[in-house]
């Protein structure tokens, strides 16, 4: 038996409708239809009164959950895709996200993206999109790469008292197995160290925390030794995780998925230059997606986004500074 | 006593309210004098933050409510202060008055009293309680459709809805907004009990209806999503009172949302830093041009529900009740930078910088 990380999005999600009255869930197609990934199959049949159907309204959406989240509740919002959240955008950023500083009353919303490029998915169903709810104050951005972290991070996302916004990458959904939920984890806002090296780190979250790993597993062979951070949130970012392991690599190579134009790439360079100048012994890199919008053919898709041969190269370049 | 007959127009909705002929006939006299004495108190400290804003007061903008004050008292007062959830809009000093809120807020908040409700975080209309059913809106508009949608679902949810009406005021511009649309359309899917009122006051901001919508009334609107609606003259108190009380009196009864339009004239700019020389002098003259406040007075006296001394007396009352409230609030502290904690999230998500 293995568990995929979107069965731990499921379990997460039928837990906390068991073990808390308050939550319920609210999207497109998430009713009998189990939502487009199937991250809510069979939840309506247990919960018919807190697994709803929405009309296609992201914004309405969100502002219901908002409404909601004043009044006691704690709603999981679905987007059937990241890309559509556009539509909710200001629900999020200017209500949800304004609310605690304006009012003192916290608005405990979740909402979860599916986010990322899969093969053929093409511009308007693979975007990442976690850099433009960062950017705003007020909203916590969780970026899973792991099936534990989907979980947990899942669970204390509902449990928090902010609005967050939950990236979880469908390229992840079925393709990423662990044999168990471990039953530890790291609180929310906390990095982990993927993999452990001393020559080089490549700082990422989400998917791409995959792809550096299996380039730094490449590096090895020639004796390279790579350390991969984890963010697993983006906002907070836990800059005292990333200063260390660039204290033990003098390295920095920041990677991620999004647009290469500003975004979490970029705002890495800047702290770690800013706060670490010092611990730095080459000019740090970023390595983003090209800046066009996402291609549909599987071929461009695969050298749009970073994947382990590009990242080996940056490494390399990275790593002969 | 005469006054202008009512100018409702009913929609064919099977939910439709019903005209209005005698306007006023049926309100009691309790309902009227009360949305009478919320209308004047709203005018006069609407007048008293217009010349605080002028004197340089008032920093920012200020948006007043005058011509919509028997519109929106009447919501305020058909509504129940102890469980129904209001939302009110940039144009609903009355409506809030009306409902409950305290002068001290709003003087607090316009003056930025540290004391006040948003603290000096944020000012002017965006006031609110939201932890006591009164929702602070953003600038965005049509997004408070879906929040008090959302408070609604909440309690239905948690078998607590029996009985409550949620109601939120728009006026004819923000039903452009998709966020508009889709909020009444998701409250018409769940049936829920609220009261929307469209304050059709001709312009948003400087646009007039014919560059904002092509529908003859926007009751179209409403009936496109299943929901009730009637048009209503809302210069007429009475006009105002009955057929807000029986929108509010359907949605609570399980008839799903009910959509109240008032046609009316803003009698001020957009705000106060706006002359409104887009108003025509005829559009001034009409009918819609007439000032509600004069028109409320002349019918409670009519009704024979108070005297003109009675009356007199509340504007006194007014007048010193907001002054008093400009005095306090002008007396506390400001907000100190110094001692602002900067969080924008509660403790479990902040980031430590």
């Known amino acids: 038996m293995s568990v995929t990380y979107i069965d731990a999005i499921h379990q997460a999600q039928l837990d906390l409708l068991r073990s808390r009255e308050d939550v319920f869930l609210y999207g497109q197609d998430i009713g009998a239809f189990g939502g487009a990934f199937k991250a809510t199959k069979g939840l309506q049949e247990e919960f018919p009164e807190r697994v709803l159907d929405s009309p296609i309204s992201e914004d309405a959406m969100v502002g219901m959950a908002i409404g909601a989240a004043i009044s006691g509740m704690r709603p999981i919002v679905e987007m059937q895709f990241a890309d559509f959240s556009s539509i909710a955008f200001n629900q999020i950023v200017n209500h949800a996200g304004t609310h605690f500083y304006r009012t003192g009353v916290p608005v405990p919303i979740t909402v979860r993206l599916p986010c990322g490029g899969t093969p053929g998915f093409g511009p308007f169903h693979s975007q990442m999109v976690e850099a433009l709810y960062g950017h705003y104050p007020g909203i916590v951005v969780v970026t899973p790469a792991t099936v534990s972290d989907a979980y947990h991070l899942l669970k204390a996302s509902v449990e928090l008292d902010d609005p967050v916004v939950f990236c979880e990458h469908k390229f992840l959904y079925r393709w990423l197995k662990a044999a168990r939920i471990s039953e530890e984890t790291l609180p929310l806002g906390r990095a982990r160290i993927s993999r452990a090296g001393k020559h080089a780190t490549v700082v990422t979250y989400s998917a791409m925390v995959h792809e550096a790993v299996r380039a730094a597993n490449r590096l090895a062979g020639e004796g390279w030794e790579i350390e991969v951070v984890d963010l697993r949130t983006i906002k907070p970012l836990d800059m005292d995780t990333v200063l260390a392991s660039v204290a033990r690599t003098g390295r920095l190579l920041a990677l991620g998925e999004a647009f290469p134009w500003g975004g979490v790439t970029a705002e890495i360079v800047s702290r770690v230059v800013a706060e670490g100048f010092h611990l730095l012994d080459a000019a740090p890199l970023r390595l983003n997606a090209r800046d066009t919008p996402i291609p549909y053919h599987p071929d461009l898709w695969a050298a749009h986004r970073p994947t382990p041969e590009s990242i080996v190269e940056k490494l390399r370049e990275l790593l002969n500074l | ?353």
């Open chain 2, 1 to 353: 006593m005469p006054y202008p007959p009512s100018m409702s127009s009913v929609s064919n909705s099977a939910q439709s309210l019903t005209s209005s002929p005698a306007s006023g006939s049926g309100i009691g006299a309790e309902l009227m004098r009360r949305t009478l004495r919320a209308m004047i108190t709203s005018r006069t400290l609407e007048n008293k933050l217009s010349s605080l804003y002028k004197a340089g007061k008032i920093v920012g903008g200020v948006y007043l409510g005058k011509g919509q004050e028997a519109f929106s008292a009447s919501l305020g007062c058909c509504l129940d202060q102890d469980r129904d959830i209001f939302a009110p809009l940039i144009r609903d000093q009355a409506g809030r008055t009306a409902f409950g809120e305290e002068l001290i807020d709003a003087t607090r908040t316009y003056l930025g009293s540290a004391l006040g409700p948003m603290k000096g975080r944020d000012g002017n209309i965006h006031r609110g309680r939201p932890a006591e059913r009164r929702p602070a809106m953003i600038s965005h508009l049509g997004t408070s459709v879906s929040i008090v949608a959302g408070m609604l679902m909440a309690r239905r949810m948690k078998n607590d809805l029996d009985g409550v009406v949620g109601a939120t005021c728009v006026g004819d511009g923000a039903t452009s907004t998709g966020s508009f649309h889709e909020g009444l359309n998701l409250a018409a899917v769940e049936k829920l009990p609220m009261v929307i009122l469209i304050a059709d006051n001709q312009f948003a901001y400087s646009t007039p209806r014919s560059r904002q919508f092509a529908c003859e009334s926007l009751v179209d609107r409403a009936l496109g999503y299943g929901v009730g609606a009637v048009e209503i003259d809302g210069t007429d108190l009475g006009a105002c009172l009955q057929g807000i009380q029986t929108a509010v009196e359907l949605a609570r009864s399980g008839r799903g949302p009910q959509v109240v339009v008032g046609k009316l004239l803003r009698l001020c700019g957009h705000g106060e830093h706006d002359d409104g020389n887009y108003v025509s002098s005829e559009l001034r003259k009409s009918a819609m041009g007439r000032d509600c406040l004069d028109v409320g007075i002349q019918q409670v006296i009519g009704f024979g529900y108070a005297t003109e001394t009675e009356i007199s007396s509340w504007q006194a009352e007014a007048a010193e009740r907001v002054q008093e409230a400009v005095a306090q609030a002008q007396r506390e502290p400001k907000p100190d930078p110094f001692k602002e904690d900067w969080r924008a999230c509660s403790e479990g998500g902040r980031e430590s910088q």
